[in-house]
């Protein structure tokens, strides 16, 4: 709920351009007063309050827009290592999941299904891929 309103104060909406347009509006009327010379200090004082009120407010929009931004970028982050651990998982389990599905077949004229060790094979060369693809993620830094 926070985050909906905040993105949508943060967003370009007539509240916030309303409140800089009456800034704006109060200083112009400010700057074409005329005062007698006893209150003009008050006057000044009053330029200067509405001037600071817009950097404040212009202030307070960056800041606003900086933090969200933030937010985003580590809502962001966060999501692509997710994703890269997803990717690992699966490069290193598609392969297996196809030599299983090859000699999961129910085919008479596999040959490696009538040897004496393919089972043991099999499995050596899952563990063969498994460490091949260990080895050149730590390669390029992967893992």
Known sequence: MVKSQFRHFISKNPKRESVKKILQLTQNVLNQIQ?????????QDLKETCVNLILHFDEVIE?????????LNLTSQKSNEVMKLLTIFSAFFLPLTFIVGVYGMNFENIPELKWTNGY???LGLMALVSVLIFIWFKR???M
């Open 35 to 43: 005062v007698n010379e006893i209150h003009f200090s008050t006057l």
């Open 63 to 71: 800041d606003a827009t900086s933090i969200l931004n933030t937010h």
């Open 120 to 122: 043991y094979l099999a």
């Open 140 to 142: 390029k830094k992967i």
